[in-house]
C-alpha cells in the first residue's frame, strides 16, 4: 500500500512539473510576457531614420535610372527590416514578417511586399541583374507604400 501511495505522490509531482511549470502556468514556455508580445507602433527614432530611408529613396527615384532605383530599393528594404526588428520579436527576416501580415491592412500589399523582397534579393546577390525599369519603379512603390503604412499605423 505504502508503494502505491508513493507511487501516486511521484506521478502528481511529476504532473506539477511537467505541466504546470516553474512559473505555475500551464505549458510556460520560459519567455517573458513583455519580450514575447509585439509591440504596437514602432518608436520615434525608428520612423525618423524610416522617413530619410523614403525621402532618400524618392530623390534616387527621381532621378530615373535602373542603377539608383536598384539602390534604392536596397535601402528601403533595409527600412523595412529596421520597422520590423522594433515590432516583432524573431530570429530573421522571415520570422518577423510572418507576424507583420495583420498589422498591414491590405491583404494583397503583404504579398506584394513578400515579392518586392525576392526582387531586392535578385538585386542584392545576382551580378548584372537586368529588370525593367517599370518593374523597379513598381517594387520602389511596394516598399514605400508598406513603410508608410507600418509607420502610420
Request: glycine letters at 4%; aromatic letters at 8%.
Amino acid at each position: 500500500m505504502i508503494y502505491f501511495i508513493g507511487i501516486l505522490i511521484c506521478i502528481a509531482l511529476l504532473f506539477l512539473i511537467l505541466f504546470l511549470g516553474p512559473k505555475g502556468k500551464i505549458f510556460y514556455s520560459g519567455k517573458s510576457a513583455a519580450r514575447s508580445s509585439v509591440n504596437l507602433r514602432i518608436d520615434n527614432k525608428t520612423k525618423e531614420i524610416i522617413q530619410r530611408q523614403l525621402a532618400e529613396a524618392e530623390t534616387l527615384k527621381k532621378i530615373a535610372k535602373p542603377a539608383q532605383l536598384k539602390q534604392a530599393i536596397l535601402e528601403l528594404d533595409k527600412g523595412l527590416n529596421l520597422a520590423l526588428e522594433s515590432l516583432y520579436p524573431g530570429k530573421n527576416f522571415v520570422e518577423k514578417m510572418k507576424q507583420v501580415k495583420p498589422k498591414i491592412k491590405n491583404g494583397e500589399l503583404y504579398d506584394n511586399l513578400w515579392y518586392a523582397h525576392k526582387v531586392r534579393n535578385i538585386i542584392a546577390h545576382e551580378i548584372n541583374t537586368d529588370l525593367a525599369f517599370t518593374e523597379l519603379q513598381r517594387v520602389m512603390d511596394i516598399f514605400e507604400e508598406s513603410l508608410r503604412d507600418l509607420i502610420n499605423s
